[in-house]
């Protein structure tokens, strides 16, 4: 599975920004779809989690209820809408797959740069 990110870019605080994860390859209905991110100087953080085939979601606290993930199918391609958005929502995002429901991720595009400015 290869995965290519995209839809970054600098936008004002309070704006919003659509994320979309394209895949080439199969996506079985139980693989996991996450996307993350690291801000400069800080680790790696989860942002959001997409079970394919049932759609179901998990957020982490800080981004449940400004950001939503979805899916579109027939384009084998995972979005990050991303609303009201905050200077410390600045970072490289990362999608990624994984095979099984839980572990490591196995499959990671390459980034994609979202800069908020105040």
């Known amino acids: 599975v290869q995965l290519q990110a995209s839809g970054g870019g600098l936008v004002q605080a309070g704006g919003s920004l659509r994320l979309a994860c394209t895949a080439s390859?199969?996506?079985?209905?139980?693989?996991?779809v996450g996307w993350f991110r690291r801000a400069p100087g800080k680790e790696r953080e989860f942002v959001a989690r997409l079970v394919w085939g049932s759609g179901a979601t998990t957020y982490t606290d800080s981004t449940k209820d400004r950001f939503t993930i979805s899916r579109d199918n027939a384009k084998n391609t995972v979005f990050l809408q991303m609303n009201s958005l905050n200077p410390e929502d600045t970072a490289v995002y990362y999608c990624?797959?994984?095979?099984?429901?839980?572990?490591?991720?196995?499959?990671w595009g390459q980034g994609t740069q979202v800069t908020v400015s105040s």
């Open positions: 990624a797959v994984r095979k099984l429901p839980y572990g490591n991720y196995d499959y």
């Open positions: 390859g199969r996506i079985y209905s139980y693989y996991n």
